[in-house]
């Protein structure tokens, strides 16, 4: 059970603790995810191959969700603010060295450390956000935290691929370690000493799926979605490019309505998972798989190219709150564990979508990727349709926050 922080503190600064926490998931969810729009320049400045490039994407996803349950076991007597301090300096220092970064070779290694830095705070961080307000407030905590998953995952891509644009993609990584510097200092200002109190021996965190059949279903369902979402996205600007001659600020405009859609698509669910919370999820899914048909369908053009990305942000808006709220809702008691797992399998089904979209992008073209996301998306949508009605795991609520 989380206690809470034993020393009184105005609601405003704990909600500004709240606040810092939702930043630094902005600052890490977005550097992972930036070179997506970044891949054209980047591999051109780099001398390396779009596919290649996308390997960027994949180490940092495989750090972040492999190395995400060791560290933390590891760290379990470190002071949670100290350890949130120490990762955030990891992800200023990597974001600095990339935007120096002579070669290929050490923009890999700076983002597998990054990685690392970040599979420990998708650990951490909503847990924090829970102990920082009153008890009877501790869900409202971890839902902002959460939500602000779907914000960072659709801003982050079309607002690197603005600054490109306008600076270089050198300068877009620099601008963002100074981004993580402010957030580094906005966590040291804001968030109190928050003694380590619930981290989950390795072994425990390993045997949950085994005994836990909802939870299970869910990490499948996640796996899939994820795969295929971003095996294709991870692609999507040199896909445009090839099919429509798109040029950077087209690009650039259609990333922004994708970012947009998808905060609306977060905002949708977020009154519908209450009363059905796979039923919301399974209609995302769906919206994920006809907006990928669209784009080989109707995506040769600018207007068609435009509606695909619209429902494209807009469902995985939808999906990215609600398999949160699913593990959330299928393991209450055993939530840091559960989402440790949850990162595990998201972060590296990220790196291994983007391997096999790289894999497929030099060998089939980038039409290929787009159609291993449909297969992909369509799968996690049937597995959550199949097995609908085996498990009914409880919505969550407040009753989740007791566990942090």
């Known amino acids: 059970m989380a206690t809470h922080v034993d020393h009184p503190r105005s609601a405003t600064r704990s909600w500004l603790g709240v606040s810092a926490i939702t930043a630094s998931l902005f600052v890490f969810l977005t550097t992972e995810l930036m070179p997506v729009g970044l891949l054209t320049p980047m591999s051109s400045n780099l001398g390396i191959s779009v596919g290649a490039a996308g390997l960027m994407v994949t180490l940092y996803g495989v750090s972040a969700g492999l190395g995400v349950p060791f560290i933390v076991a590891w760290t379990r007597r470190v002071n949670r603010r100290v350890l949130l301090s120490a990762l955030l300096v990891i992800l200023t220092l990597g974001n ?57 995952a659709v801003v982050g891509i079309p607002l690197g691929t603005l600054l490109e644009s306008l600076t270089g993609w ?12 402010l957030v580094l200092l906005a966590v040291v200002a804001a968030i109190p000493s928050l003694p380590s109190q619930n981290a989950v021996p390795v072994r425990e965190v390993f045997t949950l799926p085994l005994r836990n059949a909802p939870l ?15 095996g294709a996205y991870t692609f999507v600007r040199p896909y445009l490019e090839e099919s429509t001659s798109a040029t950077p600020f087209f690009i650039t405009a259609v990333l922004m309505l994708y970012g947009a859609g998808g905060a609306a698509g977060n905002l949708v669910a977020g009154h519908t998972v209450g009363r059905n919370l796979r039923g919301s999820f399974a209609v995302g899914c769906a919206g994920l798989t006809v907006s990928l048909l669209l784009l080989l369908t109707v995506g040769h053009g600018q207007a068609g190219a435009v509606v695909s990305l619209a429902l494209w942000g807009i469902s995985f808006g939808v999906v990215q709150l609600c398999q949160v709220n699913m593990t959330q809702a299928a393991a209450p008691d055993t939530f840091e564990a559960a989402m440790s797992l949850n990162t595990m399998a998201y972060n590296t089904s990220i790196a291994l979508g983007a391997l096999f979209g790289g894999l497929l992008a030099d060998h089939l073209g980038v039409t290929g990727v787009v159609w291993f996301g449909v297969a992909l998306t369509a799968a996690s949508l049937l597995l959550t349709l199949a097995t609908r009605g085996r498990t009914s795991p409880a919505v969550p609520g407040e009753a989740p926050a007791a566990h942090g």
């Open 170 to 181: 050198r300068t877009t990584f620099l601008i963002w370690a100074g981004l993580s510097a």
């Open 216 to 230: 299970r279903l869910v990490l499948f369902t996640v796996v899939l979605f994820v795969l295929g979402h971003f």
């Open 96 to 152: 600095l060295i990339t935007a120096v970064s002579p070669n290929y070779s050490l923009v890999l290694t700076t983002r597998l450390v990054m990685g690392f830095a970040s599979g420990v705070f998708w650990a951490i961080g909503v847990s924090m956000a829970m102990r920082l307000v009153a008890e009877r407030h501790a869900g409202r905590a971890a839902a902002v935290v959460m939500s602000g998953i779907s914000v960072a």
